[in-house]
């Protein structure tokens, strides 16, 4: 028997200490948010996408009753980025999903404190790295109400992933051809 370890990371910093595309990326995530369709769960939000050419693309949930109807902020903000600009890997995706008066400290934040996409929402994420498995992708998330977040490669969160590559397709090329 051998066994494989997979190493997970997730940075936890402040909104100033980020890159400002990573900024912009945020901010555009959190203007979009009060847009969301929630009233069931009250759960609101907003997703914005940065794809490989530098666009910009955002989405929040809908949600409906049945909630397997419902859109995924991520999932809107990924087909607005198709619809737009046509099939392109993404650079990375933020997201906000915290309440307007939730507050943390850096020292303390624990693992039950993150909130990053669902299972659902990061097999869409990375189906749409368009096989660029070197680089993969940034997930950043706001941790709290007053700029704390959270950054994480897609490979800490999806560790084990697969993909049109595990069938042997590389539907990306196809659809790029196709264009």
Same mark, same amino acid.
């Given at each position: ?15 100033? %200490? ?6 912009? /990326? ?23 996408? /940065?794809?490989?050419? =530098? ?24 087909? %607005? ?22 507050? #943390? /400290? ?7 404190? #993150? ?31 007053? %700029? ?16 049109? %590559?595990?069938? =042997? /397709? ?10």
């Amino acid at each position: 028997m051998r066994t494989l370890e997979i190493k997970r990371s997730i940075f936890i910093t402040w909104f100033d %200490n980020l890159l400002p595309d990573s900024q912009e /990326l945020l901010l555009a995530a959190r203007r979009v948010k009060p847009n969301a369709q929630a009233p069931y769960s009250g759960f609101k939000v907003g997703a914005a996408v /940065l794809d490989v050419a =530098g666009y910009v693309s955002t989405g929040v949930n809908v949600e409906r009753c049945t909630y397997t109807q419902t859109t995924h902020a991520e999932q809107n903000a990924i087909d %607005n980025m198709v619809s737009k600009y046509g099939p392109m890997a993404i650079s990375a995706i933020a997201i906000d999903a915290v309440n307007d008066d939730r507050r #943390l /400290l850096v020292d303390e934040v624990v693992l039950n404190d #993150l909130i990053f996409p669902c299972g659902h929402c990061l097999q869409i994420i990375w189906e749409n790295c368009l096989t660029d498995t070197t680089r993969g992708v940034t997930i950043i998330s706001y941790l709290d109400s007053k %700029n704390l977040v959270a950054l994480a490669p897609i490979s800490s969160l999806l560790p084990v992933r697969f993909g049109p %590559n595990n069938l =042997g /397709l590389d539907v990306f090329s196809k659809l790029r051809e196709d264009r």
